[in-house]
């Protein structure tokens, strides 16, 4: 079987993380594949035999989410032609939305959906107050989330998204999403949808004894929807009040506008930056921590750094949001509702007075979710079933 794999971008975040996960496994059993990609600045990196680069200029880079760029879906097709793949996966592609979908249209398409971006403009379905949204069909979604913004250019945003609602709708055959709620969205919004939980590779790691560990720790993007900030003021409040020793560790990447207000919050003893990691460093981090927080206040498809902390041996606690529910629920870890800082102190209570024995059942729980769900042979049998059910049709 030939796959064609459609990425915006080869090094960017998550979503590309999957899709080098996808090739290696894919061509590990013995599929013939190639990636195609618009953006990336690694492509010495890997082999371009496998990793094929499509230009698109500065025009096409700005609205081709909006209207087809005919230069750019001939290239496409001819790259494809050229292949001739039996099916291709769209690995969240958006950027380039009507000039790939004029190119693939001859083609068996496969979807990867990795946020909520099929039903909501802003691809995670909350409000600015972080308020839980239901999408663009919920009514009132574009004049909350546009505020401020004419009714002429709402309405042209409704109206694009429910063009490439129906050309989707048309053209893909399956949509994968790695979370029970995503899918559960873009089936609720008419898209033929499963859920494929995301690939994790591992290694067995060795069990830190809980009396050596102790801190909370963050790894992932410092920024207001990350809720990491919010989280850290209601974390200085609670040992405020019970004089702990515990701090809460931060590793990340700051985006532009926060760095004062890290500054400002780190300069309580509880909270300390420590920059960024590398990957190869991050379950070592986890390892060694007490608990990994991930205190999301928009909505989360299948985040892989639960996944990570899942295995570390480590107890997650984490907001309620989208796929985060799912990886926690049945006591492996610890879920709370991020705009209520009452529920906030409650976890945090709830995780520090752990037994041992409580500590290590839920570490167990987590362990047994991950080799159930997420390792890479359980993949490759749900994502080969699933091709397999595209040919056939």
């Not at 989330?145 to 004419?150: A, K």
């Not at 919010?230 to 004089?243: L, Q, S, V």
């Not at 920059?275 to 986890?286: A, N, P």
């Not at 299948?302 to 902390?309: C, F, I």
Request: with cysteine.
């Amino acid at each position: 079987m030939k796959i064609a794999l459609l990425c915006d971008y080869l090094e960017y975040g998550g979503a590309e993380v999957y899709a080098h996960n996808l090739v290696e496994i894919l061509m590990s059993h013995n599929l013939d594949v190639v990636c195609f990609y618009f953006q990336g600045s690694f492509e010495g990196t890997y082999d371009k035999e496998i990793y094929k680069k499509i230009k698109a200029n500065r025009l096409e880079n700005k609205i081709g989410c909006f209207v087809g760029i005919e230069r750019l879906s001939k290239v496409v097709k001819k790259a494809l032609d050229e292949f001739r793949p039996d099916v291709i996966i769209l690995n969240s592609e958006y950027k380039y939305f009507y000039s790939v979908r004029k190119a693939i249209k001859n083609y068996r398409v496969v979807n990867i959906v990795h946020d909520y971006r099929m039903i909501c403009h802003n691809g995670n379905c909350t409000y600015p107050d972080y308020g839980l949204c239901a999408g663009y069909k919920s009514g009132d979604c574009y004049i909350k989330c546009h505020e401020g913004f004419s009714y002429i250019h709402i309405w042209l945003k409704l109206f694009n998204a429910k063009r490439m609602e129906r050309i989707d709708q048309k053209l893909v055959a399956l949509n994968i999403a790695p979370s029970m709620a995503l899918a559960g969205k873009c089936k609720a919004y008419g898209y033929n949808s499963i859920c494929i939980n995301n690939p994790l590779k591992y290694q067995k790691e060795k069990q830190i004894p809980i009396e050596e560990k102790q801190d909370f720790l963050y790894i992932g993007r410092i920024n207001r929807d990350k809720g990491i900030l919010d989280f850290a003021k209601t974390f200085i409040r609670y040992n405020d009040a019970r004089n702990p020793k515990t701090k809460l560790i931060i590793y990340g990447a700051i985006e532009e506008g926060f760095e004062e207000k890290l500054e400002e919050i780190c300069k309580n003893p509880y909270i300390i930056y420590k920059g960024t990691l590398r990957h190869d460093e991050v379950l070592e981090k986890m390892q060694k921590a007490y608990s990994v927080v991930v205190p999301s206040l928009w909505v989360e498809n299948y985040p892989t750094v639960v996944l990570e902390a899942m295995v570390s041996g480590t107890v997650v606690v984490g907001a309620m949001r989208g796929g985060i529910i799912e990886m926690l629920s049945e006591d492996r870890g610890v879920l709370y509702d991020p705009l209520d800082e009452d529920e906030v102190i409650v976890a945090l209570e709830e995780i520090s007075s752990l037994s041992e024995e409580k500590y290590m059942k839920i570490v167990g729980r987590a362990k047994d979710y991950v080799n159930a769900h997420n390792h890479p042979e359980i993949y490759w049998k749900n994502i080969r079933d699933a091709l397999q059910s595209i040919m056939s049709n």
